[in-house]
């Protein structure tokens, strides 16, 4: 069996260069020097380096990628954090093993090794030194592998690319690209922005492959993020590109156009993009201007097709440091783009955040004052199957199916999984339990910013579709949302006023909202949660009091939008969702759904089933409560596909929809079985009878059970008149009807009619004889007090 190889990221500490290198577990420190000496060519003796681990002894903390820290080191700055990373009692010693230093550590946002190049001979010539060093990049052919017999990581890319270079939005894309090409004044850019494994990557090859340019792809991200072969594969173009903006940085103020248009530095930019207009390998001096206006014009009078900039994986600025550190961040991050562009050079960038379409500087340097392009933005991408990868996977079809209809990022995940843990008998609902919890996991491990990602969790559970309130939030980076658009967007910006982008007269703003189980079905399945992968880190009520969520998202209903805070709907329908993944895929016993609907309310403490003495009957047979399962819910108005409901209802899973409908239904929420509906009423004052009766009268006649969700009920109902005569005229003769209450209220309740002396309630005893009942509705109270238990008692 292939021993995994382990992916170590190291940073220069003298330039704050970030790398990769794979590693075996069995290998030592002395050979990690090697490997790193012989990529990086730092010294001509692998043992002149030093290597620290990025590893707090204090906190047991790796050092973040993103660390400020780190960042700083690309300017000459060595903070007191690296420096008491790089005391001599913690410098790795050349007989250490690799597992037993990095085996457990994490493989994503951290730095594991900290390495100290020793400084060049005074003789040195200035050609060798760090300031004017070789650079050496692949144009096409990086291999990521050491093995020959592996295939060229862009193969698999390259193959699709051909299938999907006559897809409507590649031909789209194409076009733009065009469009983009003959606008020399402004220069436009093209932004590719969705969430993480849609295929945004796949869109180079795409376009590559329609053979109308040529597209020079680099990699933004970095290096903690590179660990696919792809990626690494063009690892050392991409490596000399950060390398030359953080040179070349100082000598530019804010990174725009015009910056780059009005200064006469030689630059070590301008000597990459002849280098890529050439088609060289290597470079090593900085350039002029002029010497890219040749480089330009030799390649139009060889009749080569035009060259397209993709900037993959483009980075996103953040938040929470220093105006300086952000300034400065910003400006490098303008330049990635601009140098391009002030070339007239089309641009097509991909991004899982709004850094690169916000990213401008108003300096008044157009000379017109209408509004002009700024950039155009694909939400959409075509769908990218892995067949070829699928087929060569032993799996039941049932699974092959949900393979086909979600993002590649998620494929490639499960793939993984059953290739170690294969399905060997009849596929069951225990084995996609424990695949898609597995998926879910990984998934959530690949995002930082937990907060933010917890938000998207949360936006799961809502209403179809949801608007963050602070730009500075972004569930489509750090969660797997998308644009609301379809469509490209022309997004235009005025030069006079610095007010945000526009479409038309309009002032534009995104609008967030997650794929539909149609086109990405391992979403819903997955991340919504099961018994092995808790989706939410709190209880439903109390993620609805989280800052993040009051404040940085607007409530959306289905008829109406509002930002009035916690909506009863909102939470009401989230719970029910979420109590019925709490089973898994096969469903949940009713009452340990009601228990966790109890819970994540915040009507009790812990999730605890709660049962009742009855027996739902209809024509057929009859059903005792605890036989009654509730299926696995969609989210609010989101439909499993008609495939996926026909496909697992033999394999014993129980999948519904659940809608929450327009207020001309009467209800607020219904499943598709007709098994659960549900009303919310949010009164201050407690519900009174008249209230308490158009609430009955609009129980659904097919619903088996029907829940009632409150702020408060009355002591008592139907004081003065007999409820029978009421309950037989609207057809409820044969339904029960409960309250949930707590021990203290269930006190005072009994008290209080002890007092008028009216006949005591009590509880109902769980193991009483069962009543044949045609509906069971239940009212719930949520109101300030959480219970350690709740019991039922009749209304």
Known sequence: MMTTRLYIVCVNVRDGMDFGVRMAPDEYIGELKERINERQKYTQNADDLKLYLAKAKESDQWLAADDPA???????????EIQELLREDLKLQAGKRIDNLFQSAPNADVIHVLVVVPPPPASSPPATSLSAPVISFTI???????????????????????????????????????????????????????????????????????????????????????????????????????????????????????????????????GFIIAALNGDATFSERASRTDVELAIQRRQDRMAKPMVFFLDEFPRVGSGETNSIMDLRKARYRMMRNVFRSFSFPVVISSTNGTARNLFSIQGASRSVDPYLWCIVFPSLPHVSLDGDIKSVKCPDQVKRILQHSRPLFVKLCLEYIKVKPCTGPLGVAYLDEMVASLAKRAKKLKRRSDEFNLGQFGLFLCTSFKLANGQYNVID?????????????????????????????????????????????????????????????????????????????????DQKTNDGMALEALVSAAVVLASHSGGLGGVAFPDFLGRLLYELGVTREATPMDFPVTLINSMHGTGIREVVVPFLSAPNVEWPQWLLEDWKYIGARLDNFRRTVNDDRIDFKIDSDLISGECKDYSDPVNLKVLKHILERVPERSKIHFVVTRKLQDSYFTQADASEFLTHHGLENARIYRILGPQRLEVLNKWRQRGKKRPMQALDPSGVEQAVSRLIVFIEVGDDVWDHAFFTPL
């Open 70 to 80: 780190v960042t700083n080191l690309r300017h000459n700055v060595v903070s007191d």
């Open 140 to 270: 096409t052919r990086g291999r990521a592998t050491r093995d020959e017999n592996d295939k060229d990581p862009w193969e698999a890319y390259t193959s699709i690319g051909k299938r999907l270079k006559d897809d409507k939005i590649v031909k789209d894309l194409a076009a733009q690209v065009e469009r983009v090409a003959g606008m020399k004044k402004s220069t436009p850019f093209i932004v590719l922005e969705n969430s993480s494994g849609t295929g945004k990557t796949q869109m180079a090859f795409n376009l590559e492959a329609t053979e109308l340019f040529e597209v020079f792809f680099i990699m933004c991200a970095s290096s903690a993020d590179r660990d696919q072969p792809i990626y690494e594969a063009f690892n050392q173009r991409s490596r000399s590109f950060e390398f030359c903006v953080d040179k070349d940085l100082p000598f530019v103020i804010k990174g725009s156009v015009q910056d780059l248009q009005g200064i006469n530095h030689r630059l070590y930019l301008y």
């Open 478 to 558: 750090s969660h797997f949302a998308q644009l609301h658009d379809e469509e490209p967007i022309d997004l235009t910006l005025s030069p006079l006023e610095d007010q945000g982008l526009f479409v038309d007269d309009t002032l534009w703003e995104s609008c967030c909202v997650f794929p539909s189980p149609s086109d990405d079905v391992l979403l819903h399945l997955a991340m919504t949660g099961g018994p092995q992968f808790p989706p939410l880190e709190k209880a439903m009520h109390n993620m609805m009091k989280l800052p993040s969520i009051r404040q940085q998202m607007y409530w959306s209903n289905v």
